[in-house]
C-alpha cells in the first residue's frame, strides 16, 4: 500500500503540466463560449451553453486514458513498471484515478468558470440547474471515461486503442439501427451513441435553466439506455483492472487481436453499413474497406481463414437479412 501511494503522487505530479494546459485551454472555450451567448439587445434570448461543458467532458474521456496508458504501449516502458514493487491492478487503478482527477478538476473549474461568467445575466437564468446539470454530467463522463479506458488498454498499439475508441462511438448505434431496419421498431435510439446520454441530459438541463421547457423531456426508453450506458461503465472499470492483470509483454507492439477491436468491429461495420446503404456498388465499395480493414489489422496483405470466414459469414448474415425483411 505504502509504494501504491508513492507512485500514486510520483504519477499525479507528473501530470501536473498537462492539468494545466487542460484546464487553461477549458475554461479560456467556456468563458468565450458564454460571453458569446449573451445577448445584450434581447437579452431573454441568451444561451445558457451548459453544452461546452458537456463537449469539454467528453473530450477529456476520451484523450486521457490515451495520455494515460499509452505508456504501457512500450515494451520499454512496461518492462520497468511491471519492475516495480507494486501490483499490477494497484497500476492501473492509480492510472485510472489519476486520469480521473483530471477530468474531473478541469470539468470543475470550468463549470465554476461559466457559472461566474452568467452572474450579470443571472435574472434571465434559472442557474441553480447547474447544479444537478453537472453532477449529471460528470456521472456520464465517468461511465464513457470507463468505458474508453477499457476499451483503449484491449489494444496493443496505441494507434489501434485510439481506431478502437473511434469505433465503438458508433457501434451500438449502427447495430440498433440495423435492427430497425430489420425489425422496425418504432422507437428512436439516438441514445445508443456514446455521447448521447451526456448531449440528452445537457439539453434538459438547458431549457430548464433557461426556463423554456420545465416538464421532462426524456422518454421512458432514454432513461434505461442511460442506465445501461452507466452499466457498463462500471463493468468497464473492473475489465480494464482484470485485463491489465493478464497482460502481456511480449504482445506489445504486435498485432491487436482483441475481440473488442478489429475482430468484433470490421464485421459489425460492414454488415450494419451495407443494410444502411442497400445498394450493389455501395455493397462492394463497403467489401474493399473490410478487406482493407483486415490488411490494417494484420499489418499486411496476407488474410487468415479467420478473416475470410468472418466475411463470408457476413456475407450469409446479409443475405438472410434482406430474406427476413422481405418476408417481414
Same mark, same amino acid.
Given at each position: 500500500?505504502?509504494?501504491?501511494?508513492?507512485?500514486?503522487?510520483?504519477?499525479?505530479?507528473?501530470?501536473?503540466?498537462?492539468?494545466?494546459?487542460?484546464?487553461v485551454?477549458?475554461?479560456?472555450?467556456?468563458?468565450?463560449?458564454?460571453?458569446?451567448?449573451?445577448?445584450?439587445?434581447?437579452?431573454?434570448?441568451?444561451d445558457?451553453?451548459?453544452?461546452?461543458?458537456?463537449?469539454?467532458?467528453?473530450?477529456?474521456? @476520451?484523450?486521457?486514458?490515451? *495520455?494515460?496508458?499509452?505508456?504501457?504501449?512500450?515494451?520499454?516502458?512496461?518492462?520497468?513498471?511491471?519492475?516495480?514493487?507494486?501490483?499490477?491492478?494497484?497500476l492501473?487503478?492509480?492510472?485510472?484515478?489519476?486520469?480521473?482527477?483530471?477530468?474531473?478538476?478541469?470539468?470543475?473549474?470550468?463549470?465554476?468558470?461559466?457559472?461566474?461568467?452568467?452572474?450579470?445575466?443571472?435574472?434571465?437564468?434559472?442557474?441553480?440547474?447547474?447544479?444537478?446539470?453537472?453532477?449529471?454530467?460528470?456521472?456520464?463522463?465517468?461511465?464513457?471515461?470507463?468505458?474508453?479506458?477499457?476499451?483503449?488498454?484491449?489494444?496493443?498499439?496505441?494507434?489501434?486503442?485510439?481506431?478502437?475508441?473511434?469505433?465503438?462511438?458508433?457501434?451500438?448505434?449502427?447495430?440498433?439501427?440495423?435492427?430497425?431496419?430489420?425489425?422496425?421498431?418504432?422507437?428512436?435510439?439516438d441514445?445508443?451513441?456514446?455521447?448521447?446520454?451526456?448531449?440528452?441530459?445537457?439539453?434538459?438541463?438547458?431549457?430548464?435553466?433557461?426556463?423554456?421547457?420545465?416538464?421532462?423531456?426524456?422518454?421512458?426508453?432514454? @432513461?434505461i439506455?442511460?442506465?445501461?450506458?452507466?452499466?457498463?461503465?462500471?463493468?468497464?472499470?473492473?475489465?480494464?483492472?482484470?485485463?491489465?492483470?493478464?497482460?502481456?509483454?511480449?504482445?506489445?507492439?504486435?498485432?491487436?487481436?482483441?475481440?473488442?477491436?478489429?475482430?468484433?468491429?470490421?464485421?459489425?461495420?460492414?454488415?450494419?453499413?451495407t443494410?444502411?446503404?442497400?445498394?450493389?456498388?455501395?455493397?462492394?465499395?463497403?467489401?474493399?474497406?473490410?478487406?482493407?480493414?483486415?490488411?490494417?489489422?494484420?499489418?499486411?496483405?496476407?488474410?487468415?481463414? @479467420?478473416?475470410?470466414?468472418?466475411?463470408?459469414?457476413? *456475407?450469409?448474415?446479409?443475405?438472410?437479412?434482406?430474406?427476413?425483411? @422481405?418476408?417481414?
Open positions: 500500500m505504502h509504494n501504491t501511494k508513492r507512485y500514486f503522487l510520483h504519477h499525479l505530479k507528473s501530470v501536473l503540466p498537462r492539468l494545466a494546459v487542460f484546464t485551454i477549458s475554461v479560456l472555450i467556456t468563458v468565450m463560449t458564454a460571453n458569446g451567448s449573451h445577448s445584450k439587445y434581447a437579452p431573454e434570448h441568451s445558457v451553453a451548459f453544452y461546452i461543458l458537456s463537449v469539454i467532458i467528453g473530450f477529456l474521456a @476520451a484523450v486521457i486514458p490515451m *495520455f494515460e496508458f499509452s505508456v504501457y504501449n512500450s515494451k520499454r516502458n512496461l518492462d520497468t513498471l511491471f519492475s516495480l514493487p507494486i501490483s499490477r491492478s494497484s492501473a487503478l492509480v492510472h485510472i484515478a489519476v486520469g480521473f482527477i483530471q477530468m474531473f478538476l478541469v470539468f470543475t473549474v470550468s463549470t465554476a468558470a461559466l457559472f461566474a461568467s452568467h452572474l450579470d445575466f443571472a435574472e434571465f437564468y434559472d442557474l441553480y440547474y447547474i447544479i444537478p446539470y453537472y453532477f449529471s454530467v460528470l456521472g456520464l463522463g465517468t461511465a464513457v471515461y470507463f468505458i474508453f479506458t477499457f476499451i483503449f488498454t484491449q489494444a496493443n498499439t496505441t494507434l489501434d486503442g485510439i481506431v478502437f475508441c473511434g469505433l465503438w462511438t458508433f457501434n451500438l448505434y449502427l447495430v440498433f439501427f440495423f435492427l430497425d431496419r430489420l425489425f422496425d421498431l418504432k422507437y428512436f435510439y441514445m445508443t451513441a456514446i455521447y448521447a446520454p451526456i448531449n440528452g441530459v445537457t439539453t434538459n438541463f438547458q431549457y430548464r435553466a433557461e426556463m423554456i421547457k420545465r416538464e421532462e423531456i426524456f422518454a421512458r426508453s432514454d @432513461a439506455f442511460i442506465t445501461l450506458w452507466c452499466v457498463l461503465g462500471a463493468l468497464a472499470f473492473f475489465g480494464t483492472v482484470l485485463a491489465f492483470r493478464r497482460k502481456k509483454v511480449e504482445r506489445v507492439g504486435e498485432v491487436s487481436d482483441s475481440i473488442f477491436g478489429y475482430t468484433l468491429n470490421i464485421p459489425l461495420y460492414f454488415v450494419c453499413l443494410s444502411l446503404f442497400d445498394d450493389v456498388t455501395a455493397t462492394v465499395w463497403l467489401t474493399i474497406c473490410a478487406v482493407v480493414g483486415y490488411f490494417i489489422f494484420r499489418r499486411g496483405f496476407r488474410l487468415k481463414k @479467420a478473416d475470410l470466414i468472418s466475411i463470408i459469414i457476413s *456475407f450469409i448474415l446479409l443475405c438472410v437479412c434482406n430474406v427476413i425483411k @422481405a418476408l417481414i
